[in-house]
């Protein structure tokens, strides 16, 4: 598997981790088409994952801004043609 979670927020919705082919930190959503649920993968900086680590409230402005498309320069994958929107 390449994206490895290191941690879950149930009630946020979002979970952060280790993509395993890079070594590079990300921060994932959850997503949804007509055809399929998915995740979302957002590049990190080391600092950023260990701030949001610690400080949940500046982790979930980065997630709002991930839902917002905000930062889409960051996607580790680019959605095709049919992407969802955030659950």
């Known amino acids: 598997m390449r994206f490895t979670v290191v941690y879950n927020n149930t009630n946020d919705r979002y979970s952060m981790g280790v993509d395993t082919i890079s070594g590079r930190f990300y921060i ?3 997503v949804s088409n007509s055809f399929v649920d ?3 993968y957002y590049d990190l900086e080391q600092w ?3 701030l949001f680590k610690k400080n949940e ?3 979930l402005l980065f997630v709002k801004k991930c839902r917002n498309r905000e930062l889409d320069q960051r996607l580790l994958i680019k959605p095709g043609s049919n992407r969802g929107s955030a659950v």
């Open 28 to 30: 994932s959503i959850p």
């Open 57 to 59: 409230s500046e982790a």
């Open 38 to 40: 998915y995740e979302e």
């Open 48 to 50: 950023e994952f260990d």
